[in-house]
């Protein structure tokens, strides 16, 4: 089973509007950890922001925050405000802490901006 | 700056050939990774390590081998090169302390 699944390989929002990316995850580790990665056309791997299997509220980084449904074991991406340079791919991972503190993850959403 | 560097940066080899792969890191984290990115699969772990001479296998570890003589460099070593190792090689290190996966540039190989 995949420990990581991103069911959008490419989206599209307009300049200024609100995205939601989708991951969900699969995981029996009570401990674990959620990412959100950006890669731009550059091909560095640019850390967004994070979100701990115990923590209460939803992450934030600035236009960035992560919708956090345990129950449901999702981990969306909400950017607001898209900006042209936000156009990247987006990669969901999970870190499952008492396994090996191995990452895995997703096969990337292509996020393109329009003017 | 997460003091993570990888090389060579980009590498053309012909099949049967040896590869290492080199990662270095100043930050004396424990745990360092190696990954490969392709079209449609996203990142793929192909070896990690937990410590000196302490590594194990990822989900894509056929045909690679790595060692881990010092805390601060991860080899990375394709024995005998394929076309099918083709790919976009990334390192990263993960800091204990904010949990976070810091990333190497990248190391483009290609098996002619």
């Known amino acids: 089973a995949q420990k990581i699944t991103q069911t959008q390989p490419g989206m599209f929002v307009q300049e200024k509007e609100a995205v939601t990316l989708d991951c969900t995850y699969d995981?029996?580790?009570?401990?674990?950890?959620l990412f959100w990665y950006k890669q731009p056309s550059s091909g560095e791997m640019i850390f967004l922001i994070y979100q701990g299997s115990y923590d209460q509220q939803n992450a934030t980084e600035g236009r960035y925050s992560l919708n956090f449904q345990k129950a449901r074991k999702s981990a969306n991406l909400v950017i607001s405000a898209s900006q042209l340079g936000d156009s990247a791919m987006y990669f969901c991972a999970m870190r499952e802490v008492n396994t090996g503190n191995q990452f895995y993850f997703g096969t990337g959403t292509s996020l393109t901006v329009i003017p | 700056d997460a003091g993570i560097t990888q090389s060579p940066r980009h590498k053309v080899t012909e099949t049967g050939t040896p590869v290492t792969l080199r990662c270095h890191q100043t930050e004396n984290h424990r745990y360092m990774y190696w990954y490969r990115q392709d079209p449609g699969h996203g990142l793929r772990l192909i070896h990690y390590s937990y410590g000196v001479k302490d590594t194990d296998k990822g989900e894509v570890s056929d045909g690679y081998s790595v060692s881990r003589s010092k805390t601060e460099d991860f080899l990375l070593t394709l024995e005998s090169a394929t076309s099918s190792q083709t790919s976009v090689y990334f390192c990263?290190?993960?800091?204990?302390?904010?949990?976070?996966?810091?990333f190497g540039e990248g190391s483009r190989l290609t098996v002619l």
């Open positions: 990263a290190i993960n800091s204990v302390n904010t949990g976070e996966l810091f």
């Open positions: 995981t029996s580790d009570p401990s674990y950890g």
